[in-house]
């Protein structure tokens, strides 16, 4: 079996599905699988070489040459894995895998969410109508990472099977921060890329509003990357609200520094508006950092296991919830990073995911049973 993975970029700046499809690459090899991911140049990719003779790394600007070379050479055994939508390299996928008999799957990566479809709709209602809706329908199975994300595609009429396994990390990469009960001052952490359905706005909003007494021995850091223009308009509104004493915006947190920034936090936000996953969560937790997330996100398992806070979207929730969070004492905070790192360990390893998504190629490709993972319309 042969799984060829098609991304736009696996640059290290364009967001979580850079590395996760990197990630899962890596770990699908160990299974048993020969896989390659073909995706376009950059200047700072998660993987400039392949870590061992399984994994094809190949970038191109020509994917149709490329995704065709592969898939003439037979469909028995091989299968198109596209992430992420609307982008060209994932419908030149969808040509080739119809052109040569290919199965393929697409994991849409958020982008089929109502806030995402919002953003710029009238392209996005077009590109439906052109290509994408057709891409879709056709694909043998549609990978979505949450049951909230997979109801948001069946709502859009779409009948095909729905696949739904989580993101994973390598729980490895992130190791637990060391308790220190006694600090001069305390840290809420948000840390992703800086883009307006984030939340950011919202947590500087709230933030201003909590009360002195309360906030006064925490400081707020603002970690990620995004465009230059709506950072320097929240730089602007951190000072309009008289906040630049409490909350600062750092620049984005790459491998050891991430982890250093993490383990500075006591508690972890992402006040978000949508996500399909949010894999900051799940590397937080990792870390064992307590999480306020929103139901933008598919994190209840926050509040089943006692890792969290999950609330509305919004200034008055978000709130509500600083003003308990807040509150909490050091030994209590710890105990929900414990319950956190323990929660990932056992439901979100990227070994288990790719243990999962290998089943699903299998199946695809008319080999076993349908997975419980796997719900038919």
């Known amino acids: 079996m042969h799984i060829s993975h098609i991304i736009s970029t696996i640059d290290i700046h364009a967001g979580g599905p850079s590395k996760s499809v990197c990630d899962l690459s890596v770990n699908q090899t160990i299974i048993h699988c020969s896989i390659s991911i073909i995706t376009r140049p950059s200047t700072?990719?998660?993987?400039?070489?392949?870590?061992?003779?399984?994994?094809?790394?190949?970038?191109?600007?020509?994917?149709?040459?490329?995704?065709?070379?592969?898939?003439?050479?037979?469909?028995k055994n091989h299968i198109l894995h596209g992430h992420g939508i609307w982008q060209m390299p994932v419908h030149q996928m969808a040509v080739v895998a119809?052109?040569?008999?290919?199965?393929?799957?697409?994991?849409?990566?958020?982008?089929?969410?109502?806030?995402?479809?919002?953003?710029?709709?009238?392209?996005?209602?077009?590109?439906?109508?052109?290509?994408?809706?057709?891409?879709?329908?056709?694909?043998?199975?549609?990978?979505?990472?949450?049951?909230?994300?997979?109801?948001?595609?069946?709502?859009?009429?779409?009948?095909?099977?729905?696949?739904v396994i989580p993101n994973g990390i390598d729980v490895k990469e992130f190791p637990v921060k060391k308790r220190v009960i006694q600090k001069s001052r305390r840290t809420l952490l948000?840390?992703?890329?800086?883009?307006?359905?984030?939340?950011?706005?919202?947590?500087?909003?709230?933030?201003?509003?909590?009360?002195?007494?309360?906030?006064?021995?925490?400081?707020?850091?603002?970690?990620?990357?995004?465009?230059?223009?709506?950072?320097?308009?929240?730089?602007?509104?951190?000072?309009?609200?008289?906040?630049?004493?409490?909350?600062?915006?750092?620049?984005?947190?790459?491998?050891?520094?991430?982890?250093?920034t993490y383990h500075r936090a006591d508690l972890f936000v992402l006040p978000t508006y949508s996500e399909n996953f949010g894999v900051v969560v799940a590397e937080a937790l990792a870390c064992g950092v307590p999480v306020i997330t929103t139901k933008g996100a598919p994190w209840e398992d926050?509040?089943?296991?006692?890792?969290?806070?999950?609330?509305?979207?919004?200034?008055?929730?978000?709130k509500a919830c600083l003003r308990e969070a807040l509150a909490v004492d050091a030994h209590s905070l710890i105990e929900m990073g414990r319950n956190g790192r323990k929660l990932v360990k056992e439901d979100y390893s990227i070994q288990a995911v790719a243990k999962q998504t290998i089943e699903l190629y299998k199946w695809v490709l008319g080999e076993g049973e349908t997975p419980k993972f796997v719900y038919a319309d």
């Open 302 to 318: 926050l509040e089943r296991c006692n890792a969290g806070w999950w609330i509305d979207v919004g200034v008055e929730p978000l």
């Open 98 to 163: 119809r052109r040569y008999n290919v199965p393929y799957i697409i994991t849409p990566r958020g982008m089929l969410e109502p806030w995402a479809l919002k953003a710029g709709k009238w392209k996005k209602k077009l590109a439906l109508s052109m290509y994408q809706r057709k891409d879709l329908a056709k694909a043998a199975c549609i990978h979505a990472t949450a049951p909230m994300e997979a109801e948001n595609i069946r709502k859009l009429g779409f009948k095909n099977p729905i696949a």
């Open 190 to 260: 948000f840390l992703s890329r800086i883009h307006p359905k984030k939340g950011i706005e919202i947590l500087i909003e709230a933030w201003a509003h909590l009360s002195s007494e309360l906030k006064y021995d925490w400081h707020v850091e603002i970690a990620g990357n995004g465009d230059k223009a709506y950072i320097e308009q929240l730089k602007q509104l951190i000072i309009n609200k008289g906040l630049s004493e409490e909350i600062s915006i750092l620049g984005p947190q790459f491998e050891e520094a991430k982890i250093r």
């Open 44 to 75: 700072t990719p998660y993987l400039r070489t392949s870590p061992n003779d399984k994994l094809a790394l190949t970038f191109t600007k020509n994917f149709d040459s490329e995704l065709s070379k592969k898939s003439a050479l037979g469909s």
